[in-house]
Protein backbone atom coordinates (compact mmCIF):
# COMPACT_ATOMS: atom_id res chain seq x y z
CA UNK A 1 0.00 0.00 0.00
CA UNK A 2 1.09 3.58 -1.05
CA UNK A 3 2.24 5.18 2.23
CA UNK A 4 2.83 9.50 1.94
CA UNK A 5 5.10 11.08 4.62
CA UNK A 6 4.43 14.69 5.23
CA UNK A 7 7.19 16.99 6.19
CA UNK A 8 8.40 20.46 6.63
CA UNK A 9 6.07 21.68 9.13
CA UNK A 10 7.13 24.34 11.83
CA UNK A 11 7.06 27.82 13.71
CA UNK A 12 6.87 30.68 11.45
CA UNK A 13 5.86 34.69 12.62
CA UNK A 14 3.22 36.32 9.73
CA UNK A 15 4.86 36.89 6.33
CA UNK A 16 6.98 33.98 6.88
CA UNK A 17 7.35 31.07 4.65
CA UNK A 18 7.62 27.38 4.63
CA UNK A 19 7.90 24.30 1.72
CA UNK A 20 6.36 21.45 3.00
CA UNK A 21 7.03 18.13 1.55
CA UNK A 22 4.38 14.98 0.41
CA UNK A 23 6.70 11.93 -0.46
CA UNK A 24 5.32 9.22 -1.71
CA UNK A 25 6.52 5.25 -1.79
CA UNK A 26 5.30 5.09 -5.18
CA UNK A 27 2.81 7.52 -6.84
CA UNK A 28 0.18 5.25 -8.44
CA UNK A 29 -2.52 7.94 -7.97
CA UNK A 30 -2.38 10.55 -9.86
CA UNK A 31 -4.09 13.14 -8.21
CA UNK A 32 -2.28 14.60 -4.87
CA UNK A 33 -3.86 17.11 -2.38
CA UNK A 34 -2.66 19.11 0.59
CA UNK A 35 -5.58 20.03 3.49
CA UNK A 36 -5.25 21.36 6.93
CA UNK A 37 -7.39 21.20 10.18
CA UNK A 38 -7.14 23.73 12.35
CA UNK A 39 -8.14 23.59 16.00
CA UNK A 40 -11.98 23.56 16.63
CA UNK A 41 -12.40 23.27 12.61
CA UNK A 42 -13.34 20.42 10.46
CA UNK A 43 -10.63 19.25 7.29
CA UNK A 44 -10.57 21.09 4.26
CA UNK A 45 -8.49 21.22 1.42
CA UNK A 46 -5.88 23.57 0.90
CA UNK A 47 -4.21 22.40 -2.80
CA UNK A 48 -4.51 19.79 -5.05
CA UNK A 49 -2.70 18.94 -8.30
CA UNK A 50 -3.42 16.69 -11.07
CA UNK A 51 -0.35 14.74 -11.34
CA UNK A 52 -0.38 13.92 -15.03
CA UNK A 53 -0.62 17.16 -16.85
CA UNK A 54 0.20 19.66 -13.53
CA UNK A 55 -3.04 20.85 -13.04
CA UNK A 56 -3.21 23.02 -10.03
CA UNK A 57 -5.75 24.14 -7.55
CA UNK A 58 -6.16 26.44 -4.59
CA UNK A 59 -8.86 27.62 -2.39
CA UNK A 60 -9.49 30.91 -2.20
CA UNK A 61 -7.99 31.82 1.27
CA UNK A 62 -4.52 30.81 -0.20
CA UNK A 63 -4.55 31.68 -3.87
CA UNK A 64 -1.42 33.87 -4.66
CA UNK A 65 0.40 32.93 -1.60
CA UNK A 66 0.38 29.13 -1.89
CA UNK A 67 2.04 27.14 -4.33
CA UNK A 68 1.42 23.29 -4.85
CA UNK A 69 4.19 21.58 -7.79
CA UNK A 70 5.68 18.02 -8.18
CA UNK A 71 9.07 16.91 -7.94
CA UNK A 72 9.86 13.83 -9.74
CA UNK A 73 12.91 13.59 -9.11
CA UNK A 74 12.60 13.27 -5.42
CA UNK A 75 9.22 11.75 -5.80
CA UNK A 76 7.54 14.18 -3.70
CA UNK A 77 4.25 17.09 -3.93
CA UNK A 78 5.24 20.37 -2.10
CA UNK A 79 3.08 22.84 -0.98
CA UNK A 80 5.65 26.50 -0.95
CA UNK A 81 3.33 28.50 1.45
CA UNK A 82 4.48 32.59 1.75
CA UNK A 83 2.95 35.64 3.19
CA UNK A 84 1.69 33.37 5.96
CA UNK A 85 -0.69 34.54 8.24
CA UNK A 86 -1.79 33.18 11.92
CA UNK A 87 -5.21 31.73 10.38
CA UNK A 88 -3.18 29.27 8.32
CA UNK A 89 -2.01 27.72 11.51
CA UNK A 90 -3.24 24.16 11.25
CA UNK A 91 -2.45 20.36 10.80
CA UNK A 92 -1.37 19.90 7.10
CA UNK A 93 -1.98 16.78 5.56
CA UNK A 94 -1.48 15.22 2.32
CA UNK A 95 -3.33 12.66 0.89
CA UNK A 96 -4.05 10.92 -3.01
CA UNK A 97 -6.65 9.55 -5.11
CA UNK A 98 -6.67 8.14 -8.60
CA UNK A 99 -8.73 11.00 -10.83
CA UNK A 100 -9.97 10.41 -14.39
CA UNK A 101 -9.20 14.25 -15.04
CA UNK A 102 -7.78 17.10 -13.53
CA UNK A 103 -11.74 18.75 -13.15
CA UNK A 104 -12.02 15.36 -11.48
CA UNK A 105 -9.13 16.07 -9.19
CA UNK A 106 -10.06 19.09 -8.22
CA UNK A 107 -14.02 18.45 -7.65
CA UNK A 108 -13.16 15.19 -5.87
CA UNK A 109 -14.74 15.27 -1.80
CA UNK A 110 -12.46 15.15 0.90
CA UNK A 111 -13.48 11.29 1.65
CA UNK A 112 -12.60 10.08 -1.46
CA UNK A 113 -8.77 10.53 -0.80
CA UNK A 114 -6.74 8.13 0.04
CA UNK A 115 -3.27 7.10 1.96
CA UNK A 116 -3.65 9.99 4.35
CA UNK A 117 -0.10 10.62 5.86
CA UNK A 118 0.29 11.59 9.65
CA UNK A 119 0.70 14.90 9.18
CA UNK A 120 2.90 18.28 9.77
CA UNK A 121 2.02 21.34 11.95
CA UNK A 122 2.22 24.79 10.82
CA UNK A 123 1.73 27.48 13.37
CA UNK A 124 1.95 31.01 12.33
CA UNK A 125 2.62 33.58 15.10
CA UNK A 126 1.33 37.01 14.67
Known amino acids: QVQLVESGGGSVQAGGSLTLSCAAS??????VGWFRRAPGKEREGVAR????????DYVDSVKGRFTIVQDNARRTVDLQMRSLKPEDTAMYYC?????????????????????WGQGTQVTVSS
Open 95 to 115: AALVARSSRSCNTAPLGAFRN
Open 26 to 31: AYTNNC
Open 49 to 56: IYRVDGTP
